[in-house]
């Protein structure tokens, strides 16, 4: 297979910007360890440029119809398809996941530029009765304004592609910070933007020091709003800046997602879905199921058939077909894993799958199974966003749900039943944004994807992705 260079660029003002003159970073293959290229910073000016023709370009894309903005975006999800395979070799190079799973973020980003391109012409206000005769009470929805972005690098084209078609959708224009160690792949859907005719400064694709960059946003009266995806640290700081503006934010922190397994469902075939489940992108998945709770009466054999399907597992290069598991996406993430799996061991915790580094170049650990583990031990409550999976029994259904709650995260749950009423028991209790009952399917196009507690707030997606990006205006009008 002929792999592609990265073309690693800054995209501000609508112009194409390289490394002349500017500090740089490497961007690291991590199934290799080997560099992919050099990957330009923003400087201060750059990032004033980019807020300067955001807001600019902010007066003449809210003036332009949602129709016209939607054909736009339209194009570009037509142009994502049309490329699909490109991106998604991309993707595997920079962020390690295999190639199957590339090809369908690509796709399902697509899905996102489609349905925002749509919603855009859903941004309905109302008309609420006056008090007096001849008065008319409307309430509008509005652009919010030029909006800041910060996103990771596990799903580098779907997590921005949900927070720039979201608020170009609305009206809003958007400056992207896109992680540093998988740029390629959002400057890939801001050429597709570009290619389709998006005006210079709706969109702006900057990188560089994190820190440095999202002070420098945020702390800008022309920034209106901000979105962020990353870990509850970071979640917090970030909303910290925001309020320091008074800036709504919209925070998606990861979790540690529960998994219930009851003893009325096929018990092989449940292992079997929870293996493809967790080891989907190494584990590297805000919503990865994680801690499984499992009845006591079939927790052996699942655990048994778990076990065996995760070691099963082939890793390698995502670009190899035969790859079942790539690397993690950086060396922090293997010695996260190792440091987890110590202490779990250190408490007496069972290694059935797993448990090592593997490979002899790049960043893999294996797929790793506990059993038999101290409540206490770290792993239980940190988020591992690894390939780590916690097997447990539970003797009651109230107990399960209670360990399901006893984190702070609130992201993802998940639950294997047959039971109807013990789904609406599940769907009433468990403190989730999402909950998979019977599927670890939770994320399209057209339904919210967020959390609660310490996973954040705000929703992206479904029609709540639209209003994240929009504020409501009151017009009172009384007869003249
Ligand atoms: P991290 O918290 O340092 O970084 C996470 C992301 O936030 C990165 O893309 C980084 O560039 C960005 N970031 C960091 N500091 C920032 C700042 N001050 N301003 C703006 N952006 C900033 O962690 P990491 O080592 O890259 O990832 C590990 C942890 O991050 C995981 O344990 C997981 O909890 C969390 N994470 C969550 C998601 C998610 O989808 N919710 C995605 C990636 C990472």
């Not at 990865?288 to 655990?303: D, L, N």
């Not at 013990?422 to 939770?442: C, K, P, W």
Request: charge should be negative; glycine fraction near 10%; hydrophobic fraction near 45%.
């Amino acid at each position: 297979m002929s792999v592609p260079s990265l073309d690693l660029k800054l995209y501000i003002a609508g112009e194409w910007l390289d490394a002349r003159g500017r500090q740089t970073e490497e961007v690291i293959n991590p199934a290799t360890g080997l560099s992919l290229g050099q990957l330009p910073h923003a400087s201060a000016a750059d990032l004033d440029t980019a807020l300067e023709s955001s807001e600019a370009a902010f007066l003449k894309w809210r003036a332009m119809s949602a129709l016209e903005r939607g054909q736009i975006l339209r194009t570009a999800a037509g142009l994502l398809r049309q490329r699909q395979h490109h991106i998604a070799t991309i993707m595997s190079l920079e962020q390690g996941k295999t190639l199957a799973e590339s090809m369908l973020e690509v796709l399902i980003s697509a899905e996102v530029f489609e349905w925002s391109a749509e919603e855009g012409r859903r941004a309905y206000g109302r008309v609420v009765p006056g008090r007096f005769p001849g008065w008319r009470n409307t309430v509008l929805r509005q652009p919010i304004g030029v909006t800041a972005a910060f996103t990771p690098w596990n799903f580098p084209a779907l997590i921005p592609a949900r927070k720039i078609t979201g608020a170009l959708g609305a009206g809003c224009t958007c400056i992207i910070k896109a992680a540093e160690e998988t740029p390629a792949c959002t400057i890939e859907l801001a050429r597709a933007l570009h290619d389709a005719g998006l005006p210079p400064g709706v969109l702006n694709v900057v990188f560089g020091v994190p820190a440095t960059v999202s002070e420098h946003l945020i702390s800008s009266p022309v920034v209106r709003k901000v979105s962020f995806t990353g870990s509850v640290a970071v979640g917090r700081h970030i909303a910290g800046l925001a309020a320091q503006g008074v800036k709504p934010a919209t925070l998606e922190l990861g979790g540690h997602a529960p998994v219930l397994v009851f003893d009325d469902v096929d018990v092989q075939r449940v292992a079997r879905a929870a293996v493809a489940g967790k080891y989907r992108n190494a584990g590297q998945v805000c919503v990865s199921p994680t801690r499984f709770f499992v009845h006591e009466k079939i927790y052996r054999e699942f655990a048994a058939a778990f076990s065996d399907a995760a070691g099963s597992l082939r890793l390698g290069s995502g670009l190899d077909p035969q790859t079942g598991m790539g690397p993690l996406a950086n060396p922090r993430r293997v010695a996260a894993m190792e440091s987890l799996v110590e202490d779990a061991r250190a408490g007496g915790a069972k290694v059935s799958a797993g448990g090592a580094p593997g490979g002899s170049e790049g960043f893999f650990y294996k797929p790793t199974v506990l059993t038999d583990i101290d409540p206490g031990a770290r792993v239980m409550s940190e988020e591992p966003f690894g390939p780590l999976a916690l097997i447990i029994p539970f003797a009651s259904e109230e107990q399960a749900i209670a360990q399901a709650n006893a984190l702070p995260f609130g992201l993802a749950a998940y639950a294997f039943t047959s039971n109807a009423d013990r789904i609406t028991r599940l769907a009433d209790h468990i403190e989730s944004g999402m909950l998979g009952i019977n599927t670890f399917l939770i994320a399209s196009a057209e339904t919210p994807f967020g959390g609660v507690k310490d996973s954040g707030y705000g929703a992206e997606g479904g029609t709540e992705g639209l209003d994240a990006y929009l504020t409501s205006k009151y017009v009172a009008q009384a007869p003249a």
